[in-house]
Structures are given as C-alpha cells and as structure tokens.
C-alpha cells in the first residue's frame, strides 16, 4: 500500500458527461500529480500540484481540470466526456518539489466512457 | 520523437532464466531516471532512482545500471511473481515531472 488513495476505483459514465475524481496524497506530502494511462499512449502526465498550486502542466485537455484544497487532497475534473477519454487515471504524490523526490501512486481510477 | 524508449515490449522467460530489459533516453541534463514495477489494474510501484552514468542498484534479483544514453534492469534468475510491466521513467533537467516509457511486460512462466 503507497498510501496514496483514489475513489472511485471504477467509473461508468456517457459521452458528454463531467464527472471527478479524487485523490488523498500520502501523508506529509505536498505534491500531487495527475496521469492518464491508456493502452497506446502509456503514462502521460497531466498536471502537477504543490501546496495547492499549479507547478506544472502536461498533456491536459482544456476540458480536464484539476485542484489542490488547503487540506492537500486534489480533485480532477473531467467535462464533456468523449469515448477517448476511457483509460486509467492515476495520482502521485511525493514529499516536495525538488528533482530527487520519489512519486508514489495510488492505484487509479479505471474510467469508462460510453 | 519519444524522449524514453523502452525494449523490449513483451518479454516472456522461464523461471530461473535471467534477462535485461532496457530503457534509453534522449533528455538532455538528466536528473534522475526511475524505475517502476506495474501489476495488472495497480498502480506504479517504485523501484529504484539512478541519477549518474555508472551507477548501480540491487533488490533481490534486480539490478538496474545507468549509463549516459540509457538504463538496463537486469532480472536474475527470476520467478514468476516477477511477472509485471516495468516501467521506466526520467526527470529533466528544469522540470519536477517525469517521462514515462512505455514499459516491457514481462511474464515468467513456472
């Protein structure tokens, strides 16, 4: 167990629809990551949180958005669902923002579009 | 063009029969590269961080080197719950995320 928690750990929802995702960072950590995993693409990045900012970006559509709450958990938010947009959501969290952190995940969002 | 590049995609061995899996990069001013091990519907468990050409690491059957254009993960004598995707991953210089590799699903058979 990374201590990392994510719910739901499965989802079920029509195109065009918004739905959220939420994650809890392991405790102390400050950081919290994003990715998506599908079968093509392998682990992309999305977006980064540290201490309730944004640090950094990545492939993440204009539909997808994403927060960090004063009590470090992050939420992010899917809208205007398409078929593309199944695939595995994972969060990551590690202690700080420095190049030697370690990222730990949870075990992910399986998301299904229909 | 892919930054990291993972071979092979699939490897199957027997048990017992040792292999490497590779993982090459073309980031300039790495600052770290990390390994992860991946079961089925789980998430990245991580292995271990190599940050110089050079440098090695062990876990029980597994080792993972460094050099400057790429990493190998040497499996030893491995047993089927070794079975698992390895996933490969580095950290630029000037960015906190990293860039994952596709991974190489490896499945030891008894």
């Known amino acids: 167990d990374s201590g990392v928690t994510q719910t739901p750990k499965h989802l079920i929802t029509a195109t065009g629809q918004r739905v959220t995702l939420r994650c809890s960072p392991r405790?102390?950590?400050?950081?919290v990551y994003w990715y998506q995993q599908s079968l093509d693409q392998g682990l992309q990045f999305l977006i980064q949180?540290?201490?309730?900012?944004?640090?950094a970006k990545g492939n993440i559509l204009e539909r997808f958005s994403a927060q960090q709450f004063p009590d470090l958990h992050s939420e992010l938010n899917l809208s205007s669902l398409e078929l593309g947009d199944s695939a595995l959501y994972f969060c990551?969290?590690?202690?700080?923002?420095?190049?030697?952190?370690?990222?730990?995940f949870g075990a992910g969002t399986r998301l299904s579009v229909l | 063009e892919d930054q990291v590049t993972q071979s092979p995609e699939a490897l199957r061995l027997q048990e017992g029969e040792s292999s490497s899996l590779n993982c090459s990069y073309t980031v300039s001013g790495l600052r770290g590269l990390f390994w992860y091990r991946q079961d089925p519907g789980k998430g990245p468990e991580f292995l271990f961080t190599l940050y110089s050409a050079g440098e090695e690491k062990e876990k029980e059957r597994l080792k993972a080197t460094l050099t400057k254009k790429e990493s190998f993960l040497h499996i030893t004598a491995p047993k089927p719950e070794d079975s698992a995707t390895y996933l490969c991953a580095v950290r630029e210089s000037g960015y906190s995320t990293l860039t994952f590799g596709k991974g190489t699903m490896l499945l030891v058979s008894p």
């Open positions: 949180y540290y201490n309730g900012e944004e640090r």
């Open positions: 990551a969290s590690s202690v700080g923002n420095t190049p030697g952190n370690i990222q730990y």
């Open positions: 405790s102390g950590d400050l950081s």
